[in-house]
């Protein structure tokens, strides 16, 4: 049928609901943040610190070219979750389009906020400023790139089970 990739800002649980949609559909489970720092042998924290953040985007871009190849060569459907900025490059948004079908985990940002509160020191975007300020701004110059990337946009809600909405809404 199709890949299922989910796209969203940073703490939309992109990781989390991918690995349950994984389980619940029996399909193998690619996470590109999770590839990058395999292949780079170091973090995503220490790629922005040592290499900067072009050179990271960079990674993602061939990380999606990678991931095309493989289905390429070995068809069949994949649950892929993608860092927060991936669609911001018009580049990946096209090479996504031909990967399969883009999910997009909208949430306010003050759900965004409350989340992220208890674990920006891992994300090199938001460290050393003013959380709530950075959520705004960011989600504002990407909103546009997210919606155009999107297939599907499910607007989320606190509590209940996305994995189990989107295979509802997608008849998986
Ligand atoms: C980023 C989001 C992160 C990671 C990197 C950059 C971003 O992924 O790719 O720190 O620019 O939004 P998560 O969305 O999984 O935190």
Same mark, same amino acid.
């Given at each position: 049928?199709?890949? !299922?990739i989910?796209?969203?800002?940073?703490?939309? +649980? /992109?990781?989390?609901?991918? %690995?349950?949609?994984?389980?619940?559909?029996?399909?193998?489970?690619?996470?590109? #943040?999770?590839? =990058?720092?395999?292949?780079?042998?170091k973090? @995503?924290?220490? =790629?922005?610190a &040592?290499?900067?953040? &072009?050179?990271?985007?960079?990674?993602?871009?061939?990380?999606? /070219?990678?991931?095309?190849?493989?289905? &390429?060569?070995?068809?069949? #459907?994949?649950? =892929?979750?993608?860092?927060?900025?991936?669609?911001?490059? $018009? &580049?990946?948004?096209?090479? !996504?389009?031909? @990967?399969?079908?883009?999910?997009? !985990? /909208?949430? $306010?940002? $003050?759900?965004? @906020?409350?989340?992220?509160?208890?674990?920006?020191?891992?994300?090199?975007?938001?460290? +050393?400023?003013?959380?709530?300020?950075?959520?705004h701004?960011?989600?504002?110059?990407?909103?546009?790139?997210?919606? $155009?990337?999107? #297939?599907?946009? @499910?607007?989320?809600e606190e509590?209940? #089970?996305? %994995?189990?909405? =989107?295979? /509802?809404?997608?008849r998986?």
């Amino acid at each position: 049928m199709s890949s !299922l990739i989910l796209e969203g800002f940073m703490g939309s +649980g /992109k990781s989390t609901v991918a %690995a349950r949609l994984s389980e619940k559909l029996g399909l193998p489970l690619i996470d590109t #943040d999770a590839e =990058i720092e395999r292949r780079a042998g170091k973090t @995503i924290s220490a =790629i922005f610190a &040592e290499e900067g953040e &072009e050179a990271f985007r960079d990674m993602e871009t061939e990380c999606l /070219k990678q991931i095309r190849r493989l289905q &390429e060569k070995e068809p069949g #459907d994949r649950v =892929i979750s993608l860092g927060g900025g991936m669609p911001v490059r $018009e &580049e990946n948004r096209a090479l !996504l389009k031909e @990967i399969g079908t883009v999910i997009y !985990l /909208k949430a $306010e940002p $003050e759900l965004l @906020i409350r989340r992220l509160e208890k674990e920006t020191g891992s994300r090199p975007m938001l460290s +050393g400023k003013d959380l709530a300020e950075r959520v705004h701004s960011l989600l504002g110059e990407r909103e546009e790139a997210y919606r $155009e990337a999107a #297939d599907v946009v @499910i607007l989320l809600e606190e509590g209940e #089970d996305v %994995a189990e909405r =989107i295979r /509802k809404e997608l008849r998986r």
